[in-house]
T-cell receptor, first 116, second 109 residues
Framework: GAVVSQHPSRVICKSGTSVKIECRSLDFQATTMFWYRQFPKQSLMLMATSNEGSKATYEQGVEKDKFLINHASLTLSTLTVTSAHPEDSSFYIC????????????FGDGTRLSIL | GQNIDQPTEMTATEGAIVQINCTYQTSGFNGLFWYQQHAGEAPTFLSYNVLDGLEEKGRFSSFLSRSKGYSYLLLKELQMKDSASYLCAGMDSNYQLIWGAGTKLIIKP
């Protein structure tokens, strides 16, 4: 149980393109989903917490107009990187948690984004 | 402030036992998580401790001491596939995870 699907797994695109990443909880309802970014050999960095039906909560330093998050249902959250630039190249990982607060986060497989 | 400390890197031999330590400071406490992350992959959940003591799950065990703000992950009968980073994360009073930087475990034959 607790399977999270993230798509696409890899994106290579030109600078200025907008990229949408989907995160789905397949066998449970996720009131809360999380979006992380990880640069090579560095730790996970939480970008934002996404709650179904409400606006995402962004961490300090994360531009909400650049990283658009939509959590339209209990099983789907999307992250759109708008007008991506080479410095946005990174490993983006989503996670989802069932309703109760002290449950573990279950991660998708991640999306490797490369902006040329 | 909130903080998670764990060693940056450890080396162990195949078949041996290794203990990865983690100390934490969180605003309130709702448990301690361990995750495994292989290079280039997303983390996978290993264990959760909220009460003091040892939780055993196959070759992996996790220990928690709330009074000391301390946890460890114990890996027995090490296999080459256990080479990975191990992430310690404390959950604060708002149910937010505070992540450590991870311990890279290198297994040698």
């Amino acid at each position: 149980g607790a399977v999270v699907s993230q798509h696409p797994s890899r994106v290579i695109c030109k600078s200025g393109t907008s990229v949408k990443i989907e995160c789905r909880s397949l066998d449970f309802q996720a009131t809360t989903m999380f979006w992380y970014r990880q640069f090579p050999k560095q730790s996970l960095m939480l970008m934002a917490t996404s709650n179904e039906g409400s606006k995402a909560t962004y961490e300090q330093g994360v531009e909400k107009d650049k990283f658009l998050i939509n959590h339209a249902s209990l099983t789907l959250s999307t992250l759109t990187v708008t007008s991506a630039h080479p410095e946005d190249s990174s490993f983006y990982i989503c996670s989802a948690r069932v309703d109760r607060g002290n449950q573990p986060q279950h991660f998708g497989d991640g999306t490797r984004l490369s902006i040329l | 402030g909130q903080n998670i400390d764990q060693p940056t890197e450890m080396t162990a031999t195949e078949g041996a036992i290794v203990q990865i330590n983690c100390t934490y400071q969180t605003s309130g406490f709702n448990g301690l998580f361990w995750y495994q992350q292989h290079a280039g992959e997303a983390p996978t959940f290993l264990s959760y401790n909220v009460l003091d003591g040892l939780e055993e799950k196959g070759r992996f065990s996790s220990f928690l001491s709330r009074s000391k703000g301390y946890s460890y992950l114990l890996l027995k009968e090490l296999q080459m596939k256990d080479s990975a980073s191990y992430l310690c994360a404390g959950m604060d009073s708002n149910y937010q995870l505070i992540w450590g930087a991870g311990t890279k475990l290198i297994i040698k034959p």
